[in-house]
């Protein structure tokens, strides 16, 4: 069942979220070549409980950390550790907070010193990609436009939308009702409504879509190695279209 938020979870929600938009900019800022995700870790778990409130993700389904950090072919879940972050590589951050009660979600890919032209590209697709998704969620939409929408766009790129990870509700629980595909067919699946709160998570593989577990069991990687970034915005949907609650600002 998809939950309809009231206005008083909505000012909750969006409260964390600035909070959560907030940690992301200050974690922007210390990724460089040199530095371990384990440490970037360490300083996303300092950051959330300075500002009362909790990592969303430690202790989920037994998730160790308070951050997914994912290089290169990592696409989302991969787990903080000693691996250096070198010159070249790309960096998919995904934090969630929870907040008075209320979780709130978003990811960044972010270049680790210099990066070559097309791993840019890459980055610059996935990024609009979430754009054009969030501009396809408003009333009387359906979820299949949002996926569609984003598909189209990134497929006529020259990338591919990972098909077996999804966006999601959001609200009490970090995952709620319903996924969200980032493929398919317009005028599909239920219709969006005022007062919906969920997730918008485009992820794009520079090669094939198909993907496979990492060797930990928790993260997931593109199944032919090829470079995949990752954004998400938690947002809502209101009369005059949706509104981004973890926006940077």
């Excluded at 430690?58 to 998730?63: F, Q, R, V």
């Excluded at 995904?94 to 270049?111: E, K, Q, W």
């Amino acid at each position: 069942m998809i939950l309809i938020k009231t206005p008083e979870e909505i000012k909750i929600i969006a409260e964390g979220g600035k909070i959560l938009a907030r940690i992301m900019k200050e974690l922007e800022r210390q990724v460089r070549p040199g530095i371990t995700t384990r440490e970037l870790d360490k300083a996303a778990e300092g950051l959330v409980l300075s500002w009362g409130a909790q990592c969303s993700f430690k202790g989920y389904h037994g998730y160790p950390a308070c951050s997914c950090a994912s290089v290169n072919e990592e696409i989302v879940h991969a787990v903080p550790s000693s691996r250096i972050l070198k010159d070249g590589d790309i960096l998919s951050l995904d934090l969630g907070v929870f907040y008075n009660g209320y979780h709130s979600d978003m990811a960044i890919t972010l270049p680790v010193g210099k990066i070559n032209s097309e791993d840019q590209r890459l980055i610059k697709v996935t990024k609009e990609s979430l754009e054009i998704g969030i501009r396809e969620a408003k009333i009387g939409s359906t979820f299949g436009d949002i996926g569609s929408a984003i598909q189209k766009y990134v497929e006529s790129s020259g990338f591919n939308v990972v098909r077996d990870l999804c966006g999601h509700g959001i609200g009490k629980d970090l995952h709620e009702d319903p996924e969200i595909l980032n493929y398919g067919k317009p005028g599909v699946g239920p219709k969006i409504k005022e007062g919906m709160v969920f997730c918008l998570e485009p992820m794009v593989t520079a090669g094939d879509w198909h993907i496979k577990r990492s060797k930990d069991g928790q993260g997931f990687i593109t199944d032919d190695g090829s470079l995949s970034a990752h954004f998400e915005h938690t947002i809502i949907v209101a009369k005059a279209g949706s509104q981004v609650l973890t926006k940077f600002g």
